[in-house]
């Protein structure tokens, strides 16, 4: 019913930039929190940034003044800028969403994540 779409991975050089975007699409009918998660290789999955349908952000220390993330709710999106990357930023970053499908309770989403890799 719904899907998280997301794109703008790739390889970058360490200390260069890339901007994740995510789609959220189908049967929707309000979008709550959105946010992106990351799961580097032997680790777990980890919260990167969240952004509430108000736009209030909260970030993980440690990409804090690093990445930026912003939401457009006319579009359904949610982005991901990231800055100065950094060779530990290498992972697969997921999108996620709490959506409702209807006016009974909201569900988590996950989209099929995206690879960034930071090497040189």
């Known amino acids: 019913q719904v899907q998280l779409v997301e794109s703008g991975g790739g390889l970058v050089q360490p200390g260069g930039s890339l901007r994740l975007s995510c789609v959220a699409s189908?049967?929707?009918?309000?979008?709550?929190?959105m946010g992106w998660y990351r799961q580097a290789p032997g680790k777990q999955r980890e919260s990167v940034a969240i952004?509430?349908?108000?736009?209030?952000?909260n970030y993980a220390d440690s990409i804090k003044g690093q990445f930026t993330i912003s939401r457009d709710n006319a579009k359904n999106m949610v982005y991901l800028q990231m800055n100065s990357l950094k060779p530990e930023d290498t992972a697969v970053y997921y999108c996620?969403?709490?959506?409702?499908?209807?006016?009974?309770?909201?569900?988590?989403?996950w989209g099929q994540g995206t690879q960034v890799t930071v090497s040189s």
């Open positions: 996620n969403a709490y959506i409702a499908t209807s006016p009974d309770r909201p569900y988590t989403y």
């Open positions: 189908g049967r929707i009918f309000s979008i709550y929190e």
């Open positions: 952004i509430t349908s108000g736009g209030s952000t």
